[in-house]
């Protein structure tokens, strides 16, 4: 009896210990949610409890003997675990099974007993509910176990029918348990668990019948994981609701990378838009926008050239009744036919240069005004239409003014796509939509 009092004390002692150890873990990954994890795969148990002849798997007699007397025995393993539902573990269990009431002499007061000398199985332990759908690491974990083992035992009874005095046999035996676990730390969990053990014997009880005997083994134990600190045990793990919790967070992220994303695409429109205000706008009135304006503060109503600088002998300006013939539409409409651009681009192509040469030389020969619409097809935002059917009018502006037409008799205006002569549906009609169109007055 005082042996059984100092293993309890002993037992308590290392769950109370274990416990301090423990409490104040961190989980090193929680912060690493799409790193490589790591677990502690490798567990030792401490276990002590009831050993008795009965089982659920006896018959109406309950083998050999019909009355079963409790005894103490104790055990331990070494575990390893292959995956979060399946570990190997290797058993040890010692202790004494004992019995009365042999089957085979009713009434009589004779008893058995079986003194486990060693026991040691290696068995498969499959953890049935590490399926949890919020909890990454499980506080309650019932599992199964199933294996193979080898034992010497030997038994005394005072039994009369078929009964002998055994010395110690070596037999082999197949225990099957069930049980669960209680984690009361990353590392520590309390083990309660019932195993049946089938042996490969008739005589293990002392007494000889025509069928095997077997025994059972009701346990309390602490178990403890070795391995790295503040990882969980990898039989604790639910995968469900790591990649659960993991998908979180991962949306989480992606949503504020594209909140971000968002915001500085929207602080780059206002600045493009805002920088596009300015050089398209006109401060010193002289007809030229300040993109291309390189004489800044020209006094208002002076005659400038295509860089808005003053012209030193600017063309006399002559009010005269103005005809236009089919001959300089012709050559207006030559000019809109021959007219390119670099794709996506206000600059004019130099295979354009020989017509505007002519439309600048009628420009200055009859006086007329001319009116330059710009115009593009739907691709792409409103904004960056708008500025660049602007654009390539200031260019063609620019070009005439710059073989010596008159800037004050250029208007250059930019519609991007919000007068398309054609459907913007097909590419055909896309081309037709983008243009500058020159008109005569």
Known sequence: MKSIITKAAIVFSLVGLSSQLFAQETDSQTDNSFSKKYFRTWSIGLNGGMLTHYTPFNGRTNGDFSTPYESWGYGGYV???IIPGFGIQA????GKVRGGRPNAT???????????????AVSGNFTIANMSLNQKRNVLSPYLTAGAGYMSSAATTDATVNAENTGYNRNWFVPIGAGFKFGISKGVNIDLGYSVNFVKATN???VTSGANDRFSY???GIEIAMGRKGTSQLQNYSSIAALREESAMESSALKRA????????RRDREAMAAKYAQELGDDDGDGVANKFDKCAGTVANTTVDGAGCPLKTPAPIIREKIIITEADRKV?????KDLEFDLGKSTIRSNSYTSLNRVSALLIEKNFSLKLAGHTDNSGSMALNLRLSKDRAEAVKAYLVSQGANASRIEATGYGPNQPIASNKTSDGRQLNRRVEFSLF
């Open 106 to 120: 009713p009434g009589s007061a004779a008893t058995f007993e079986s003194k486990i000398e060693w026991s040691a």
């Open 258 to 265: 594209l909140a971000a994303s968002e915001e500085t695409a």
């Open 79 to 81: 575990k390893k675990q």
């Open 204 to 206: 293990f009880d002392g």
């Open 91 to 94: 058993d040890f269990l010692a």
């Open 218 to 220: 009701a346990h309390a």
């Open 332 to 336: 207006v409409d030559e000019a809109i």
